[in-house]
């Protein structure tokens, strides 16, 4: 779980980097700005006229965080090597 976690918050590090940049704008309320933020998001990051070298980060960054957090949350207690031992009580 810490993994994914690490890793979700890498991937959303390089996402904020790279949007960051070119939209530093004031919106009237949150929805118009999250509607904006997610029409960039695709116009920028999905269908992109030239190649982003950036995108080969936070790609994979991507798929790999949503690989463990699937990984994280399937995992039976007993298989999780977390390192505490609340089974043995002395």
């Known amino acids: 779980m810490n993994k994914s976690l690490a ?21 009237s309320d949150y929805a118009t700005m999250l509607k904006r933020f997610f029409i960039l998001f695709w116009k920028r990051f999905i269908v992109t006229e030239p190649f982003r070298p950036m995108s080969l980060l936070y790609g994979p960054s991507f798929v790999i ?20 031992d609340d089974n043995n009580e002395t």
């Open 7 to 27: 890793c979700w918050l890498i991937s959303f590090i390089f996402w904020m980097l790279a949007f960051y940049n070119n939209h530093i704008n004031f919106y």
């Open 65 to 84: 965080s949503s690989l463990l957090t699937w990984r994280a949350f399937t995992t039976p207690p007993e298989d999780d090597d977390d390192g505490d």
